[in-house]
T-cell receptor, first 116, second 112 residues
Framework: DGGITQSPKYLFRKEGQNVTLSCEQN?????MYWYRQDPGQGLRLIYY???????QKGDIAEGYSVSREKKESFPLTVTSAQKNPTAFYLC???????????????FGSGTQLSVL | GQQVMQIPQYQHVQEGEDFTTYCNSS?????IQWYKQRPGGHPVFLIQ?????EVKKQKRLTFQFGEAKKNSSLHITATQTTDVGTYFC????????????FGRGTSLIVHP
């Protein structure tokens, strides 16, 4: 089945530790995204990538880093600089088209990150 | 960047009552998407509206895009317990970007 896979489902971070969240897609989508979800806050964009070896900061990129070495993979690292990392992290992918229509986002099942 | 304001934040209804959530923008939107997130789940795409005044229906769900393309609504007729979840609108950020910016969502609670 085609889809987007996130792992792990739950992750715990110790103070001062970097942790990496995995995101893999086999939909052959060019664009991939990371969103952070906090209760009552909706989804806020952390980083996105339109093409391999290129990515752009979103609205809340501070304390996070990403890489896009392969089309299928877009891992997110939550660094120790992120002082409030507890949240639900969602990875998504989409095609890219021009014009007034946007391609729909396909989301992974998410990773819940908590601080010990 | 583009901001879409979504109201209400929460809505409690009795099963069988109708429900509406609204999404508003201060600028003209090129398109708007709607997603549903079940409790404990991830957002799932419902629909996209592109044309001014567009109305689309999916069974008991009716989606509208305003004439000025600055607002949109999702209306559910005769809610069921399966409608429980958070409904998000999403629209591209300004400046010709295709990146969706999400509203804060409306959480629908249906009481049997």
């Amino acid at each position: 089945d085609g889809g987007i896979t996130q792992s792990p489902k739950y992750l715990f971070r110790k103070e001062g530790q970097n942790v990496t969240l995995s995101c893999e897609q086999n939909l052959n989508h060019d664009a991939m995204y990371w969103y952070r979800q906090d209760p009552g806050q909706g989804l806020r964009l952390i980083y996105y990538s339109q093409i391999v070896n290129d990515f752009q900061k979103g609205d809340i990129a501070e304390g996070y880093s990403v890489s896009r070495e392969k089309k299928e993979s877009f891992p997110l690292t939550v660094t120790s600089a992120q002082k409030n990392p507890t949240a639900f992290y969602l990875c998504a992918s989409s095609k890219i088209t021009g014009g007034p229509s946007n391609e729909k986002l396909f989301f992974g099942s998410g990773t819940q990150l908590s601080v010990l | 960047g583009q901001q879409v304001m979504q109201i209400p934040q929460y809505q409690h209804v009795q099963e069988g009552e109708d429900f509406t959530t609204y999404c508003n923008s201060s600028t003209t939107l090129s398109n708007i998407q709607w997603y549903k997130q079940r409790p404990g789940g991830h957002p799932v795409f419902l629909i996209q509206l592109v044309k001014s005044g567009e109305v689309k229906k999916q069974k008991r769900l009716t989606f509208q895009f305003g004439e000025a393309k600055k607002n949109s609504s999702l209306h559910i007729t005769a809610t069921q317990t399966t409608d429980v979840g958070t409904y998000f609108c999403a629209a591209p950020a300004s400046g010709g970007s295709y990146i969706p910016t999400f509203g804060r969502g409306t959480s629908l609670i249906v009481h049997p």
